[in-house]
């Protein structure tokens, strides 16, 4: 069985600080996997994704995340936080085969100043 | 630019009336999806559809169905609204196969009293 699981439903972090959001997952096939941003009252937009190219895959926004097979995860980082990076994060796992995607329950991002 | 859009942001229905909340999408993809958003619980798919007039059950299908008749328009409806319906529903779609990303639309908040 596929699954995602985020880690912490709430960050806090000081503005120009690293941030760090966690996502593990489980998959019997290779996976595909994605990170998505929702900002207040909007639709999710992609920050970036994972398809098998390379193990460290960079987004917009100065987001970055590593696909680390042996420990099952992809991490999003972001060496300085913005005011404007706070909004809830969503980490999605998809497979060769399926339609269907497996989004994790989410990471609320707060910015502090 | 890519775009998914949704029907209304905001609805307010009384309980038991019908609902119906339409998607579409100027991307020529195959697939679409119904999410429902609830805080704490992540995206829960409802509904996706692989082709035209091709539909399939999500993780939480009670209570609703799903009509695409055309490529581009994916309708979710509510038969007899509850208020455990109430809840932030979105569409998203998507090209065919696990590996492309979804884009989203903006959302319907749903409030059924």
């Known amino acids: 069985a596929q699954s995602v699981t985020q880690l912490g439903s709430h960050v806090s972090v000081s503005e120009g600080a690293l941030v760090l959001l966690r996502c593990n997952y489980s998959?019997?096939?290779?996976?595909?996997l994605f990170w998505y941003v929702q900002y207040p009252n909007q639709g999710l937009q992609l920050l970036l994704k994972y398809t098998s190219a390379a193990t460290l895959v960079k987004g917009i926004n100065g987001f970055e995340a590593e696909f680390k097979k042996s420990e099952t995860s992809f991490h999003l980082t972001k060496p300085s936080a913005h005011m404007s990076d706070a909004a809830e994060y969503f980490c999605a796992l998809g497979a060769s085969g399926t339609y269907k995607y497996i989004f994790g329950t989410g990471t609320r991002l707060k910015v502090l100043a | 630019d890519v775009k998914v859009t949704q029907s209304s942001r905001y609805l307010v229905k009384r309980t038991g009336e019908k609902v119906f909340l339409e998607c579409v999408q100027d991307?020529?993809?195959?697939?679409m999806f119904w999410y429902r958003q609830d805080p704490g619980l992540g995206l829960r798919l409802i509904y996706f559809?692989?082709?035209?007039?091709?539909?399939e059950k999500g993780d939480i299908p009670e209570g609703y169905s799903v009509s695409r008749e055309k490529k581009e328009r994916f309708s979710l409806i509510l038969e007899s609204a509850s208020t455990n319906q109430t809840s932030m529903y979105l569409c998203a779609s998507s090209k065919s196969g696990g590996y492309y990303e979804q884009y989203f639309g903006p959302g319907t908040r749903l409030t059924v009293t």
């Open positions: 991307m020529d993809h195959e697939n």
């Open positions: 559809s692989y082709d035209v007039k091709m539909k």
């Open positions: 998959s019997s096939v290779p996976p595909y």
